[in-house]
């Protein structure tokens, strides 16, 4: 099992929430997450600079079943092998759904699982430790525990760090809806796992310590994220939001647009994907491909032409 000094060494850089392409009927296209993962490592993709999140929510977990996502979650791993870190989402409905994942992700020897209570129930504290010792007593694999607050339950540091104690634990995807809520967890957690960034305060949160942030961006622009890392690395924080907000600010306006129509993650990267040539595939429902209107793709498109010519 990974330790929580393994992850804190190995997890640097931009987690990439792999895009999970389907198509046009619905079937998984594993060829295609393939090729798009090998683009990723002969871009650069190493560990040093880049974690790998499969079948996460990025990735539609929520539309596949458990036998797809072994599916999804066993492709990648053939591709990486021991190039780069790897984390699998292991969120489910049935712990014992949530179980299985673990044990084949434990089979492949990855580095951990996103790991959170039930996410259809609004997690008790109670529920939730008890659902992580039940995982724990079937499977050595490491959790990242998952504060998804977005989708309506928001885990405080508190149980958080109750949730820590269990061996297992060895890092924290971590988010709140409060920046001075987020900051303190960073000043807790830090102590006692690998903390990821799930915000957009990349550069504040490196500047306080974490080493790892996510970014779906790294799906189709990962040169992008890697210079921000290595501005980051280097003390120049200035200069790393700067040219973190050229990006964002309308990269965020872009994606606002479609999350106000559909939901889902993958779906509004998958334009900016095809753009560039890679092979975003189509959504499963109730994420809808048509939310993204021609006026969105030439937004993407423009985005990227833009912030590359500045570079």
């Known amino acids: 099992m990974t330790t929580v000094e393994e ?12 895009v999970t392409p389907f198509d046009a009927d619905g079937g998984l296209d594993i060829s295609a997450l393939q090729r798009n993962v090998q683009w990723l490592i002969d871009r650069g993709a190493r560990q040093g600079n880049t974690v790998f999140l499969v079948a996460g929510s990025g ?14 979650i066993s492709a990648v791993a053939d591709v990486v092998g021991d190039r780069a870190p790897i984390i699998a989402g292991a969120q489910a409905l049935d712990v014992r759904d949530t179980i299985a994942i673990c044990q084949h992700c434990e089979d492949l020897k990855i580095d ?20 992580m010792e039940t995982v724990a007593r079937h499977t050595a694999i490491g959790f990242a525990v998952y504060n998804n607050w977005y989708t309506g339950y928001d885990m405080s540091i508190e149980l958080i760090e109750r949730l820590l104690e269990i061996p297992n634990s060895v890092g924290v995807k971590w988010s709140s809806p409060d920046a001075e809520t987020f900051f303190a967890g960073c000043h ?28 779906h961006i790294a799906n189709y622009w990962p040169e992008w994220c890697w210079r921000v890392w290595d501005l980051m690395e280097a003390g120049s924080y200035r200069d790393a939001q700067h040219e973190f907000d050229r990006v964002m600010l309308p990269y965020r306006a872009l994606i606002g647009q479609i999350a106000r129509n559909t939901g889902g993650e993958g ?34 498109r423009h985005l990227l032409a833009e912030a590359r010519a500045q570079v």
């Open 7 to 18: 992850a804190k060494q190995r997890w640097q850089g931009v987690l990439v929430p792999l």
């Open 59 to 72: 990735g539609d977990f929520t539309s596949m079943n458990i036998s797809e996502r072994n599916e999804v």
């Open 112 to 131: 951990a699982v996103q790991i959170s209570g039930s996410f259809y129930y609004d997690g008790r504290p109670d529920d939730v430790v008890a659902w």
């Open 188 to 215: 807790q957690l830090a102590k006692k796992a690998a903390v990821v960034n799930n915000t957009f305060l990349t550069v504040p949160g490196h500047l306080v310590g974490l080493r790892t942030f996510v970014s």
């Open 267 to 300: 779906v509004f990267v998958r334009p900016a994907m095809e753009i560039i040539g890679l092979e975003g595939g189509f959504s499963r429902l109730p994420s809808r491909d048509a939310a993204v209107t021609d006026e969105i793709r030439e937004g993407f």
